[in-house]
């Protein structure tokens, strides 16, 4: 006996094996039973199998629900004056080394309790969700010491269980150097490696580790040290890399096995043969490089042709993407770096997925995944990146319970 039965229903599974762009179904019907899809395909084919409720979807899209596999949610305050002063011609660069930049939210996460600073991620957490987003990753990394930075894992929970969305955490005390640090690198990696890393995976804070790999952050060796430190306490490990200088860092970060490779703006062809073989995602950032006014694009191109895997996402941050719209994020995939629809979307949900390392529950609608869905009033899945500031979503499924019937 199924739980639910959908629908008067399109379903773009976005299934890899599929053959149909979007992995579309057309007239489908897609079954839910304990939390799982137990059955998705063309509905005169469905078995008759009884299903306790039966919903019409008036020909909407289901497609999965959106994957957000790269936000910083996590933070006090805001970076409005900077923000104005680049305005006025500051760069992103000279504000970090002035003190502002990362620090300045440093400061403020630091002055904020646990609680505020999960009701405050929560509201950007429900924004997200209101546009189909399911399952968001955070990174800790305005803390830079270890009960700061144990503090905001924590809340990311929190403020996901609140805006009642997936979530998967990721350890960045390797973000920038703590002002209590400023004359002393090696300490503080020394902190990283020996204390933090080691409390943070015994205690369970953390999925996967990351790291800012930037001449205003840390160095392609003291990268190396911190990804092989986590590695070695058991977590996945990711990295933000070639976002404003060619570093190596996805090069490094491949051989390691990462998971992903992150913002990629500066990447060069080294980096992405490596990528290629190693199976790690590029993970493209537009709304960043839109809000930094950046012009050097990621290779897209390149990376499509060697079969690398990209994913799309928000990096919500205070300071380079303060950007609560999965939506939005698509279409600047679109509209800046070229991807089509398809791949855009494929990057929000099944390489998005696999950005986070969790492709076999989550990503695509096929039978035994979970049931997380976003139900979207567009007549074509790509409309989902065409228009501009619309809210599409009719309704979003958790593990198979919807929003809807939540709130009724
Ligand atoms: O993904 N690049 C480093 N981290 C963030 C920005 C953090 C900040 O400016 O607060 C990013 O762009
Ligand atoms: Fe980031």
Partial sequence: ????????????????????????????????????????????????????????????????????????????????????????????????????????????????????????????????????????????????????????????????????VRVTRTFLGAHTLPPEYSQDRNGYVDLLCETMIPAIAREKLADACDAFCETIAFTAVETERVLRTAQSHGLAVKLHAEQLSDQKGALLASRLGALSADHLEHLGDDGIATMAKAGTVAVLLPCAFYFLRETRKPPVAALRRAGVAMAIATDCNPGTSPVTSPLIALSMACALFQLTPEEALTGMTRNAAKALGRQASIGTLETGKLADLAIWNVSEPAELAYWLGANLLHDRYLEGRSDQSRSA
């Avoid at 894992?153 to 996901?160: D, G, I, M, V």
Wanted: glycine share 8%; proline share 2%; aromatic share 6%.
């Fill in 1 to 164: 006996m199924w739980d639910i039965l959908l629908l008067d229903c399109h379903v773009a599974s976005m299934a890899e094996a599929s053959n149909a762009p979007f992995g579309a179904i057309r007239n489908a019907a897609l079954a839910i039973e304990n939390g799982r899809i137990a059955w998705v395909g063309p509905a005169k084919d469905r078995p008759t199998t009884a299903a306790r409720e039966v919903r019409r979807l008036d020909g909407a899209w289901i497609t999965p629900g959106l994957i957000d596999c790269h936000t910083h949610l996590v933070f006090g305050g805001e970076r409005v004056r900077e923000w104005e002063m680049r305005q006025h011609g500051a760069s992103y660069e000279q504000i970090a080394e002035s003190g502002g930049g990362i620090l300045s939210t440093v400061r403020a996460t630091r002055a904020c309790s646990e609680e505020d600073l999960a009701y405050s991620a929560a509201r950007r957490a429900r924004a997200m969700a209101a546009q189909g987003t399911t399952t968001l990753e955070i990174k800790s990394g305005y803390g830079l010491d270890l009960e700061s930075e144990r503090k905001m894992l924590r809340a990311a929970s929190r403020a996901c269980e609140l805006a009642n």
